[in-house]
Every structure is written in C-alpha cells, then in structure tokens.
C-alpha cells in the first residue's frame, strides 16, 4: 500500500510507464524475466502501479508465510520480520525481498534433501533478483555424497560454457544483454566513488554478526534445527563480509541483504531454549528491535524515503 516512499519507489514506477511502449519479447532480455513480465502484463492490463506492487507483496507474503509457520510462534517471527526484512527491505528492494522469501520457502527442500526442487526455486528467485543464485552455495552444504556434488558442479560448469560458446559464436542477443548487464551490475557495486554510499550496511551486518554469536553460544540448542548448517554457514559469510564492507560497502550492502533472515531464525528460535529465558524473552527482543528500527528511522541518511509513511489506503 506504500505511496511514494522506499527508495526505489521511482525508479520502477519509471519503469512501469515504460511499459507502455514495450512488447511482451523485451522481458526476456533481462535476467529478471519474471519480475519484468509481471510489471509488463500489470501494465497492458491497466492494473496500475499501486496494484502491482500489491501482487508482488502478496508474492513475497505467499513463501514468507509458508516458512515462518514452521516456528514455534510464528507470529512473534513474523513481528521480528517488520524491522528486519519487510520495511527495511521489502519497501526499499522489493525484487530481493521477494528473491529471499522464496529461497526461506525453498529451506524445506534443503533440508530434505530434495535437491532438484531446491536448485528450482534458487533459480526462480534468481529470475525476480540475479543476486539470489548466491543460495546456490548451500546445496555444497548439505550434500554428503560427493559424487553427487561432482556431478552437479560439473554440469553447472559446462551450461556456462554453453553459455559463452552460444554468445560468441552464434551472437545470440539475450545472452550478450544477460552477460553485459551482469559485467555493469558488478561494475557499479565495485565502484568506490559511487555518489551515494549507503550507510545501512553496517547496522545489518552488526545484527547478523551478533545473531551469529548467539547461535555458537547455545550451538548446542541449534544444532537440533535442521537448518543449524545453513545458518551456520550465514554467519561465516557474515565474517568475512567485516573487511568487504570497508573496501567495497556498496557492494556488501547489496550482497548482505540475501543474508539478513539469519536474525530471523536466531532470534526466532532462541526464545525456547531454557538457559537465560529472562534475557532471550518475546519481551525483551522485541524491545531491542523496537529501538534498533527507531535508531535506523532516526539516523539514516535516507529516512526521507521512508518517512512520513504514506499509504494509499489512508490518502
């Protein structure tokens, strides 16, 4: 229901007008293509832009729910959700937001090691935001039979040479538009004299390096989740994202978004364990989420996207 608010906001609603002049094959042209054909049909269907950023909430909302039902209280998850993912991000980077709902969805298969069905909906999320091929590194987690793992290395590395072989001998367009678009995406992050340095990267990356802390501390109580490996692994990559947002803080503030649900299963679970249950209480992390979204709404240098919240059902 957001109203011009949320950094993006302008720049898709730019691209939802441009929709009036494009043909249904101009999607393909981009990685994106699921997110590009929604907006396009949306458009030739008159939708309009308030509702089409209904649907993709309802998108994000559809996985979402599906995962944080899975917790003891997924309500209080949900609560947790708000200044975590869904305003800071989902208002702000609604193609991630949806990209990380559906990989939170995909855990399930995961877990179960129903690996085809896993590397699908990666490869779905991919197509709302490139980025969340990241999730792919996971599977090398949990498989346990190497030759498996060998195999599916093997043909993700020769689909690539596929790829590029396709690219340069048969100069297949969407390919060249893929793989020039990917080359400027990485250049623009990389660049460090890029005019708007975000400063949220910090705050995130602060919240999931102490998530990750309290997930060794009662390592014993985690390791009875199935997902102990994955979000384990998070926090790792957590570490070493420390020296990547000094040199390259545009570039980790894009990256650590896809990492950010880390808080959310910590925080989330840590509220059964039985070792200071005073401290860990719904009460008390909700208080301290309360005042670290009120800290961020206050102090970052670009609240202005975000406030005074507008919404359409209240103009």
Same mark, same amino acid.
Do not use: C
């Given at each position: 229901?957001? +109203?011009?608010?949320?950094?993006?906001? #302008?720049?898709?609603?730019?691209?939802?007008?441009? $929709?009036?002049?494009?043909?249904?094959?101009?999607?393909?042209?981009?990685?994106?293509?699921?997110? &590009?054909?929604?907006?396009?049909?949306?458009?030739?269907?008159?939708?309009?832009?308030?509702?089409?950023?209904?649907? #993709?909430?309802?998108?994000?909302?559809?996985?979402?729910?599906?995962?944080?039902?899975?917790?003891?209280?997924?309500?209080?998850?949900?609560?947790?959700?708000?200044?975590?993912?869904?305003?800071?991000?989902?208002?702000?980077? $609604?193609?991630?937001?949806?990209?990380?709902?559906?990989?939170?969805?995909?855990?399930? &298969?995961? @877990?179960?090691?129903?690996?085809?069905?896993?590397?699908?909906? @990666?490869?779905?999320?991919?197509?709302?935001?490139?980025?969340?091929?990241? +999730?792919?590194?996971?599977?090398?987690?949990?498989?346990?039979?190497?030759?498996?793992?060998?195999? &599916?290395?093997?043909?993700?590395?020769?689909?690539?040479?596929?790829?590029? @072989?396709?690219?340069?001998?048969?100069?297949?367009?969407?390919?060249?538009?893929?793989?020039?678009?990917?080359?400027?995406?990485?250049?623009?992050?990389?660049?460090?004299?890029?005019?708007?340095?975000?400063?949220?990267?910090?705050?995130?990356?602060?919240?999931?390096?102490?998530?990750?802390?309290?997930?060794?501390?009662?390592?014993?109580?985690?390791?009875?989740?199935?997902? +102990?490996?994955?979000?384990?692994?998070?926090? @790792?990559?957590?570490?070493?994202?420390?020296?990547?947002?000094? #040199?390259?803080? #545009?570039?980790?503030?894009?990256?650590?978004?896809?990492?950010?649900?880390?808080?959310?299963?910590?925080?989330?679970?840590?509220?059964?364990?039985?070792?200071?249950?005073?401290?860990?209480?719904?009460?008390?992390?909700?208080?301290?989420?309360?005042? &670290?979204?009120?800290?961020?709404?206050?102090?970052?240098?670009?609240?202005?996207?975000?406030?005074?919240?507008?919404?359409?059902?209240?103009?």
């Amino acid at each position: 229901s957001r +109203y011009y608010i949320g950094g993006d906001y #302008f720049g898709y609603a730019n691209l939802y007008k441009k $929709m009036d002049n494009i043909n249904f094959d101009n999607p393909y042209s981009q990685f994106e293509f699921l997110y &590009y054909t929604i907006i396009l049909v949306a458009n030739k269907l008159g939708l309009g832009y308030f509702l089409t950023n209904f649907i #993709f909430f309802l998108i994000l909302l559809f996985f979402l729910e599906k995962y944080l039902k899975k917790y003891p209280n997924p309500f209080f998850v949900l609560l947790i959700s708000i200044p975590i993912l869904l305003i800071p991000i989902s208002i702000n980077f $609604m193609r991630q937001a949806i990209a990380i709902s559906i990989f939170l969805f995909s855990i399930n &298969y995961l @877990i179960k090691k129903d690996y085809i069905k896993y590397i699908f909906y @990666i490869f779905v999320a991919s197509f709302f935001h490139k980025f969340a091929l990241i +999730y792919l590194v996971f599977y090398f987690v949990y498989e346990k039979n190497y030759k498996n793992m060998l195999v &599916y290395f093997a043909s993700f590395l020769l689909i690539i040479f596929l790829l590029f @072989i396709l690219i340069y001998f048969l100069q297949i367009p969407i390919f060249s538009v893929w793989i020039t678009k990917i080359i400027w995406t990485l250049n623009t992050y990389l660049d460090q004299t890029y005019p708007i340095m975000p400063k949220g990267v910090y705050f995130r990356l602060a919240l999931m390096v102490l998530s990750f802390f309290i997930l060794i501390y009662f390592k014993d109580f985690f390791k009875l989740k199935e997902e +102990y490996k994955l979000w384990f692994t998070v926090g @790792i990559i957590s570490i070493f994202l420390i020296p990547l947002s000094v #040199f390259y803080p #545009f570039a980790t503030s894009r990256l650590i978004i896809f990492f950010v649900p880390i808080t959310i299963f910590v925080l989330g679970h840590v509220i059964s364990q039985n070792r200071f249950n005073k401290i860990f209480n719904i009460n008390l992390i909700s208080l301290f989420l309360l005042i &670290y979204f009120l800290v961020w709404i206050n102090f970052s240098p670009f609240k202005s996207f975000f406030t005074p919240y507008e919404s359409i059902f209240f103009l």
